[in-house]
């Protein structure tokens, strides 16, 4: 049973560009969400997708957009990159009716230069 | 908005010692709380969660002791192995369905 993927593992960007981070969920899984974890800090939610549309969404500007597709996996999409955006990026996914049981994937490294 | 957050940002332990880490939440509205552990180069791990209508509960090895009347919240693992070497993060929520929110980790060394 595969867990959670995320692709690449590592990226690096500069400034101004726009970057596109995949995640596939856990078997079985319907809802995907995605975090922002800053070196040092905790994880912070960035958006959840159930049904190919954005569920809830955190306190992120619109540059941060997203994407979930018929078979549930999903893409982050980042424009305009700043320095700030430099973070780990994490894909949970959990099922819709049990949404707290969230299984993490490895994350993305993105570094902005 | 109100957030998560920690006592004690490193805890160093010897092997075999009990562990016991901290976390302050500030959202009395908060009622589903979860401990996450994570490793280096890989993303948060379930290990235990508590509902605000229970005051401990346990899991093989650790337990979740949660205080309302102070908003605090810890988790205890019993017997330290160096496996548990790891960032420990809490997070709580609001069963409306709202987003985990997660507080910044302590970092647990195990010391061999």
């Known amino acids: 049973d595969a867990g959670v993927t995320q692709s690449p593992t590592h990226l690096i960007k500069t400034r101004g560009q726009q970057v596109t981070l995949r995640c596939s969920p856990k078997?079985?899984?319907?809802?995907v969400s995605w975090y922002q974890q800053a070196l040092g800090q905790g994880p912070q939610f960035i958006f959840q997708y159930y049904e190919e549309e954005e569920r809830q969404r955190g306190n992120f500007p619109d540059r941060f957009s997203g994407h979930q597709f018929p078979n549930y996996s999903s893409e982050l999409n980042v424009n305009a990159l700043l320095l700030g955006d430099s973070a780990l990026y994490l894909c949970?996914?959990?099922?819709?009716?049990?949404?707290?049981?969230?299984?993490f994937g490895p994350g993305t490294r993105l570094t902005v230069t | 908005g109100e957030s998560v957050g920690l006592h004690l940002p490193t805890l160093s332990v010897q092997e075999g010692d009990n562990s016991i880490i901290n976390c302050a939440y500030s959202?009395?509205?908060?009622?589903?709380f979860i401990w996450y552990k994570q490793e280096s180069g890989k993303g948060p791990q379930f290990i235990i969660d508590?509902?605000?209508?229970?005051d401990k509960r346990q899991g093989q090895r650790v337990t979740v002791l949660l205080n309302k009347t102070v908003k605090h919240l810890s988790l205890q693992i019993a017997a330290t192995q160096p496996g548990d070497s790891a960032v420990y993060f809490c997070?709580?929520?609001?069963?409306?369905?709202?987003?985990?929110?997660f507080g910044k980790g302590t970092r647990l060394s195990v010391i061999a």
């Open positions: 949970a996914s959990s099922l819709v009716l049990s949404p707290y049981e969230q299984y």
């Open positions: 508590i509902r605000s209508n229970m």
């Open positions: 078997s079985g899984h319907d809802t």
């Open positions: 997070a709580e929520t609001y069963s409306g369905n709202t987003p985990l929110v």
């Open positions: 959202n009395s509205a908060s009622d589903y």
